[in-house]
């Protein structure tokens, strides 16, 4: 398989995106272009590129005479976080119930079996748990919804990487039994039970989370965010 060719621009937005991620570059914290050039050892072209880029996703605010700064993150968004997370995999997943292959299905199967091996690694369960949500949408061909998912799956990373790291220690045993469960409903190709099993999956995540902001006292106890 020749390699994908990525861009500058595209290269520089990915190192961003994971440092804003990550937190080492913090909430209000400006992004000062000829700086991260420098750091990064481009032209502050890509840079800029990048900046417009991470600005669409939410990641980057841009203001008049204050220029890029990381966006600030207000735990409340947990709640719209896990709507758009539910609302886009229900399409994804009904989908896929039709269109993934049998060869597809194992596939998935198998991450999940991955996923298995390392419930006692938080961090690398995540990963698969991200990889495991973007094969379904990704075998069910919505190539626009996809793009949504990874955007929102960004900021599902950056609440949990920021806010509430230790939410997977008590969440991973339930979350698999919730994955292989919902391997069963796509084997039988059910799609109505591969529907509510996704809703349950995202309002039990959300609850998980918001249990935990509450003993952390990033949430106050207003349903809804509200």
């Not at 991620?21 to 750091?39: Q, S, T």
């Not at 919902?182 to 109505?192: E, G, Y």
Request: with cysteine; aromatic share 6%; hydrophobic share 40%.
């Amino acid at each position: 398989m020749r390699p994908v060719f990525r861009s500058k621009p595209e290269i520089v937005h990915d190192m961003l995106r994971s440092s804003i991620i990550h937190g080492e570059y913090r909430p209000g914290e400006r992004l000062v272009i000829d700086e991260v050039a420098a750091r990064l050892g481009v032209s502050q072209i890509p840079v800029r590129e990048a900046v417009r880029q991470l600005e669409a996703d939410g990641l980057v605010t841009v203001e008049p005479y204050t220029g890029a700064t990381v966006t600030q993150f207000n735990p409340d968004l947990a709640y719209e976080i896990f709507a758009l997370l539910e609302s886009l995999e229900v399409i994804c997943g009904r989908r896929a119930c039709t269109c993934m292959s049998d060869t597809q299905v194992d596939e998935l199967d198998a991450v999940v079996g991955r996923m298995d091996g390392c419930v006692t690694e938080p961090e690398q369960w995540s990963q698969l748990n991200r990889e495991f949500h973007l094969l379904i949408c990704r075998f069910s061909g919505v190539q626009l919804i996809e793009r949504m998912l990874e955007n929102t799956l960004d900021h599902w990373d950056r609440l949990r990487l920021n806010y509430v790291k230790d939410v997977l220690l008590h969440r991973i045993p339930a979350a698999q039994q919730e994955h292989r469960a919902m391997m069963a409903a796509f084997r039988r190709r059910d799609a109505d039970a591969i529907e509510q099993l996704l809703r349950d999956h995202n309002r039990h995540a959300l609850a998980a989370y918001v249990d935990l902001m509450l003993q952390e006292g990033f949430l106050d106890r207003r349903e809804g965010g509200c």
